[in-house]
């Protein structure tokens, strides 16, 4: 399979989100240092400049949460999918043969008829040519 193609697993989706959510965590950490609370109260939107609501940090590991969910979910949904399609492709393989065996049934059971037809035909007519009763009456 090409590289471009292949599936991308849970384990690997974790190993990115994981330093991912925690550099933003770092970033978004709250310091104790008073100089940089009054630098980040100048730069930050005045519904976020109170120190002790942290609600930036709390929003973006949130959204890394939700959007890991959604990647698993995803992945039990596509686990979920293949599982149906091979059920759905051995359950056509199955009919399939039983169909081809139910095929070569009936096409012998018409070439017994066949040739019992024939040999019953010949036979009869055997006879009547000879003009030999099959059973005497006399006998």
Not at 63 to 69: D, E, I
Not at 95 to 109: E, H, I, R, T
Request: proline residues 6%; aromatic residues 18%; positive net charge.
């Amino acid at each position: 399979m090409h590289p471009m193609y292949r599936e991308t697993t849970p384990s690997q989706l974790l190993l990115l989100f994981l330093p991912l959510s925690l550099l933003l965590f770092l970033f978004f950490f709250p310091t104790h240092n008073k100089r940089h609370l009054d630098r980040r109260r100048r730069l930050l939107p005045p519904q976020w400049r109170d120190p002790c609501i942290s609600s930036l940090s709390f929003a973006l590991a949130f959204a890394v949460v939700v959007a890991f969910a959604v990647v698993v979910a995803f992945a039990v949904v596509v686990a979920f999918a293949v599982v149906v399609a091979f059920a759905v492709v051995f359950a056509f393989a199955i009919v399939f043969a039983f169909a081809v065996v139910f095929a070569f049934a009936v096409v012998f059971a018409f070439a017994v008829v066949v040739v019992v037809l024939a040999v019953v035909r010949f036979t009869s007519s055997f006879w009547a040519q000879r003009r030999i009763p099959a059973f005497p009456r006399g006998a």
